[in-house]
Every structure is written in structure tokens, then in C-alpha cells.
């Protein structure tokens, strides 16, 4: 995990794969283990995150114009399947870092306590839900200098009548770089959770359409 200019990107799902071996949401301490999945989801509870996130991804892309199938996969591999501690505690499934006291709109402070010192600022935005962090993270990505032009490139590309995953894809290639430390390793694993989310074959996020 590294800090995003924006977003702080923890990946629970790629950097961090091993799952916690305690099952102590509160567990004491500091180290690496803090971004991972206090256990590993079950199916049902891989289908019932993904039901859940699914809805508030569409209207996302709704109001904001990101692209709902990313977004929904970006949840899955950032939190885990909600199961990493910044998700549990705070809603924060995308893991977004504290932007700011204005920008927060008078949101809750979330102190990620057991967060290595080296990954610098543990403060993330506590929402109210797993949609309102949702929305939230979509309107940056609409109205933030680093994510805005990329966000315009895809309205643009959708009315140029191209493909919706080719404009999806290319959303997230153009976001990569600045989202996440290391795009060449998040990019492939968001397109294969937009693909395959739960892992066995039996649904996609591409039906996702506003």
C-alpha cells in the first residue's frame, strides 16, 4: 500500500492476499496483516457483497459518469468483499483516504490503528454506508483534477458509440497510474473481478448499465 495522490489504495485483494490469521477485528498491533480480510469470504457472502455494492455502482454511474462494472470490481478488491477492517468499521470499501476537512462534507474520522508508519496518513472517511462511500469515491472521480479528464474521455467514448467494456477498460487504464501503486498489477485483477466476481463462472459485472 502507498498513499494516491487522492486515494489511498490498499488492494486488500492484490497487495495484501494472505488473509489475516485471527479472526480479531480489533487485533492489537501493527503490520501488513492490517489491510488483508480478517477471513476468507464464503461464496454466499461473495454473492451478497456483490449484490449489495451492484445497485449502488449503477447509481454512480448515473449521477457521476464512472463506469459501474470498475467500480463495483474496484470495491471487491479494495475491501476484500467487505471483510478488511477500514470496511468493517467505517463502510470505507474503497478505501479512500482522509481528502480533507471540506471535502469530507462532515464525515466521521476513521483511524486505521494498525497501519504501518511507512504507509503515511491512517485517517480514512467513515460513511454512513457501503453506497454512500460508494457515491462518494464516484464524485471524486468525476470532479477531481486527477480523475476528471478520464472520466470526460469516457462519457465521450460511450457517445462515440465504442464498445462499453473497451471504454470501461480504458477508463481504468487511465486511472490506474495515479489510483494505485501498482497499476501494471490492479488493472488485470479489476478486469478479471469485473469478469468473474464471485470465481466461479455464474455471473459478470459488465451486465451493470445505468
Known amino acids: 500500500m502507498r498513499a494516491a495522490i487522492i486515494v489511498g489504495s490498499v488492494c486488500a485483494l492484490l497487495i495484501y492476499?494472505?488473509?489475516?490469521?485471527?479472526?480479531?477485528?480489533d487485533r492489537p498491533g501493527v503490520g501488513y496483516w492490517c489491510y488483508s480480510p480478517i477471513r476468507s469470504p464464503t461464496s454466499a457472502e461473495k454473492i451478497a457483497f456483490v449484490e449489495d455494492v451492484s445497485p449502488?455502482?449503477?447509481a454512480a454511474e448515473r449521477r457521476w459518469g464512472v463506469p459501474a462494472p470498475i467500480l463495483a470490481a474496484m470495491t471487491i478488491v479494495e475491501s476484500g468483499y467487505g471483510l478488511t477492517r477500514i470496511a468493517i468499521k467505517s463502510n470505507n470499501v474503497l478505501a479512500f483516504k482522509w481528502p480533507g476537512d471540506k471535502i469530507a462534507a462532515g464525515r466521521q474520522k476513521f483511524e486505521l490503528w494498525c497501519q504501518p508508519a511507512e504507509d503515511k496518513g491512517n485517517i480514512y472517511p467513515a460513511f454512513a454506508s457501503r453506497a454512500d462511500a460508494i457515491d462518494f469515491v464516484a464524485s471524486r472521480l468525476k470532479r477531481s483534477p486527477y480523475y476528471e479528464q478520464a472520466t470526460a474521455?469516457?462519457?465521450?467514448?460511450?457517445?462515440n458509440k465504442m464498445d462499453r467494456k473497451?471504454?470501461?477498460?480504458?477508463?481504468?487504464?487511465?486511472?490506474?497510474?495515479?489510483?494505485?501503486?501498482k497499476p501494471e498489477e490492479y488493472i488485470p485483477t479489476v478486469g478479471r473481478m469485473a469478469d468473474d466476481?464471485?470465481?466461479?463462472?455464474?455471473?459478470?459485472?459488465?451486465?451493470?448499465e445505468p
Open 17 to 25: 492476499p494472505s488473509i489475516s490469521k485471527s479472526d480479531d477485528l
Open 56 to 58: 449502488a455502482a449503477v
Open 153 to 159: 474521455t469516457y462519457k465521450t467514448d460511450l457517445k
Open 166 to 181: 473497451t471504454a470501461a477498460r480504458k477508463w481504468l487504464r487511465a486511472i490506474a497510474s495515479v489510483y494505485n501503486w
Open 197 to 208: 466476481p464471485i470465481g466461479d463462472g455464474s455471473r459478470t459485472l459488465w451486465s451493470l
